[in-house]
Nanobody, 124 residues
């Protein structure tokens, strides 16, 4: 059973930075992709933020140039470095994993495993 545990959320002012971590455990190999999603207050859908797969990464347009996804293969940890935070970035952030054949896009329905989430609040 793949398990994902996020940490690193908090409250910051606009322009600040946070680094989210996701500890990964369980039977997962390089055929899996990993990603970060977020759910804004009052919204039902989880929005794709960044994905790491096949040695490459992709970031949503709304966070390009500000957020960076990375993975430490030794520590088996996924990170999301978030800079120049804006109030619109406020939400619950989730780490996710899926087998590569599922597509690994920015649609939450493509992902199989989820962490419990970590809250990020950005004030103006």
């Amino acid at each position: 059973q793949v398990q994902l545990v996020e940490s690193g959320g908090g409250s910051v002012q606009a322009g600040g930075s946070l680094r989210l971590s996701c500890a990964i455990s369980g039977p997962m190999d390089r055929t899996f992709c990993l990603g970060w999603f977020r759910q804004a207050p009052g919204k039902e859908e989880r929005e794709g933020v960044a994905v790491a797969a096949d040695g490459g990464t992709m970031h949503a347009e709304s966070v390009k140039g500000r957020f960076i996804i990375s993975k430490d293969n030794v520590e088996n940890t996924l990170y999301l470095q978030m800079n120049s935070l804006e109030p619109a970035d406020t939400g619950m952030y989730y780490c996710a994993a899926a087998a590569r054949w599922r597509g690994c896009g920015f649609w939450s329905s493509q992902w199989d495993y989820w962490g419990q989430g970590t809250q990020v609040t950005v004030s103006s």
